[in-house]
């Protein structure tokens, strides 16, 4: 069993960054895939970048392709998704999920650990 815990969600200015964490421990070995989705009130949950674990392969939404970025710390076993520019609208919950089968990253369902989820809020 994987276990995944998001960390550095908080209140951040519109144009500001913030980095969020996602410590993953268990069986880790048999990630391939790690991914950030996020849900804000009111709508369902979408997909904002992925990363293939053995390949380093990023993949992004178009609504933050060249403001977030996703990298990895394999050494503690961490990725991490690096947010500038925020905006209002990037205002939701964060959550991060581990998948062990390389199916489309974009795609909630292909996930099999989540987190729990950290809260970012973007102030006008």
């Known amino acids: 069993q994987e276990q995944l815990v998001e960390s550095g969600g908080g209140l951040v200015q519109a144009g500001g960054s913030l980095r969020l964490s996602c410590a993953a421990s268990g069986r880790t070995f048999s990630t391939k895939t790690m991914g950030w989705f996020r849900q804000a009130p009111g709508k369902e949950r979408e997909f904002v970048a992925a990363l293939s674990w053995s390949g380093g392969a990023s993949y992004y939404a178009g609504s933050v392709k060249g403001r977030f970025t996703i990298s990895r710390d394999n050494a503690k076993n961490t990725v991490y998704l690096q947010m500038n520019s925020l905006k209002p609208e990037d205002t939701a919950v964060y959550s991060c999920?581990?998948?062990?089968?390389?199916?489309?990253?974009?795609?909630?369902?292909?996930?099999?650990?989540w987190g729990q989820g950290t809260q970012v809020t973007v102030s006008s």
């Open positions: 999920a581990a998948a062990v089968r390389s199916l489309n990253p974009t795609i909630g369902e292909n996930y099999d650990s």
